[in-house]
């Protein structure tokens, strides 16, 4: 009686958070984090533990049928959840129709084979296996997919090993035990169930809270963007330097202040849009041009900013004289529909090296210094902070 109220408890919570991951996928619009999956993971299963409340005793009925198919159905349908709540797409209806079909072909065969006996247990089987995996899936994603979800990730994967565990369990008592092992007075049934409910209950808050806090990062990552190129603004470089220094402790970098040379001229003969483009491409061009780990920013304007992080002053001149040089090779179209090439060059100054956040602020002015010699100097060059403020300080382009 009392696992009977557990179940009954137990089809409530799946339901009710099944309405409420739906409502969540609604209000998410576009990005639904794959709250509507999970949300018909929900209905799937408390329809599964409905129909086994109003089937009778467990054996060979339609309702027992259904219950199954949906049972081992809804791991599968939480796994593609999960896989486009971190952005992976997976497909869902055609691959759930054909395994449904498939398990229900299946549980005729074993029961008309082997009887009830091996129909429940090789839901029980098929069940551990497929939550064991998904929680060595979990396990696994906190060094791939998950790196900032590493806490979040072991707590699931150990609460879905644990039903994993519980399903190998009735297995092995229904092989021993058979079918009196599925009785609702049996104290495994009372664990088995009490453990399913205080999962739904768990778990549900949890999957909430993992989606509230990828909204509040995508937001955080928003306000650390230029909204037109996708650099990092003036506030996420400074985010960005200072999380790079507390991992890898005080590090050896240089500032590169990047100024697109008579920008003003594009936008009053070609206008803003053009200009605009003009921008995104020098965006693609410095994305293309540092290292993986050095950070682009774009601070206002026709002005950008590169720190190269872990680099000596004369790799980042070299890195510098690449990024001039690509800079003055790029063309970008003066219209959408236009052949009318629109060609750039643009003024580097490179500060002294710094090691700390701190050294930031004094960075930019030594490289702004530099730089307004630059394009004293003519344009279309590099101008070193750690050298003299002469006419040698600066190292004229090709084509200056």
């Keep these: 009686m009392v696992a009977t109220v557990i179940v009954a408890i137990l089809c409530l919570?799946?339901?009710?958070?099944?309405?409420?991951?739906?409502?969540?996928?609604?209000?998410?619009?576009?990005?639904?984090?794959?709250?509507?999956?999970?949300?018909?993971?929900n209905f799937m299963l408390g329809t599964a533990y409905v129909?086994?409340?109003?089937?009778?005793?467990?054996?060979?009925?339609?309702?027992?049928v259904i219950n199954h198919t949906l049972t081992?159905?809804?791991?599968?349908?939480?796994f593609v959840g999960a896989m486009r709540f971190f952005g992976r797409p997976a497909p869902l209806l055609r691959p759930l129709l054909v395994m449904a079909l498939t398990y229900t072909a299946a549980q005729a065969a074993v029961q008309w084979g082997l009887g009830t006996v091996a129909r429940y247990a090789m839901l029980s089987g098929?069940?551990?296996l497929i939550f064991i995996a998904m929680a060595a899936t979990a396990a696994q994603g906190v060094r791939s997919f998950a790196r900032d979800l590493r806490a979040e990730m072991l707590f699931f994967a150990v609460l879905i090993g644990g039903i994993g565990m519980l399903n190998a369990w009735k297995?092995?008592?229904?092989?021993t035990d058979g079918m009196a092992a599925l009785g609702m007075e049996q104290r495994f049934q009372l664990v088995f169930y009490g453990y399913m409910s205080v999962l739904a209950v768990v778990l549900a808050p949890a999957v909430i809270w993992l989606v509230l806090r990828r909204l509040t990062d995508d937001l955080r990552e928003t306000a650390a963007r230029d909204p037109l190129t996708g650099l990092l603004n003036r506030r996420g470089m400074t985010d960005a330097l200072e999380a790079h220094l507390r991992t890898r402790g005080a590090d050896t970098a240089h500032l590169?202040?990047?100024?697109?040379?008579?920008?003003?001229?594009?936008?009053?003969?070609?206008?803003?849009?053009?200009?605009?483009?003009?921008?995104?491409?020098?965006?693609?061009?410095m994305r293309a041009t540092l290292r993986h780990h050095d950070l682009a920013c774009r601070t206002g304007g026709e002005e950008f900013v590169a720190i190269c992080l872990a680099t000596r002053?004369?790799?980042?001149?070299?890195?510098?004289?690449r990024l001039r040089a690509a800079l003055q090779a790029m063309t970008v179209s003066a219209a959408a529909d236009s052949d009318v090439p629109i060609r750039c060059t643009a003024t580097i100054g490179v500060s002294d090296a710094f090691t700390d956040a701190d050294g930031l602020d004094r960075a930019m002015q030594q490289a702004d210094e530099a730089l307004y010699r630059g394009k004293a100097a003519g344009r279309n060059r590099v101008c070193s902070a750690a050298r003299a403020p002469d006419a040698a300080a600066c190292a004229a382009g090709a084509a200056a």
């Design 256 to 285: 590169l202040l990047v100024d697109v040379d008579h920008f003003k001229r594009v936008n009053d003969t070609h206008g803003h849009k053009a200009g605009d483009r003009v921008l995104c491409r020098v965006a693609e061009v």
């Design 13 to 41: 919570h799946l339901l009710c958070f099944g309405a409420m991951f739906l409502l969540f996928s609604s209000r998410l619009r576009g990005r639904k984090l794959g709250m509507d999956v999970l949300a018909l993971g």
């Design 72 to 78: 081992l159905c809804t791991p599968a349908v939480y």
């Design 171 to 175: 297995c092995a008592k229904l092989l």
């Design 126 to 128: 098929l069940s551990a």
């Design 51 to 64: 129909l086994q409340l109003l089937g009778g005793p467990p054996g060979w009925n339609l309702a027992s």
């Design 313 to 321: 002053t004369d790799d980042a001149l070299q890195l510098a004289e």
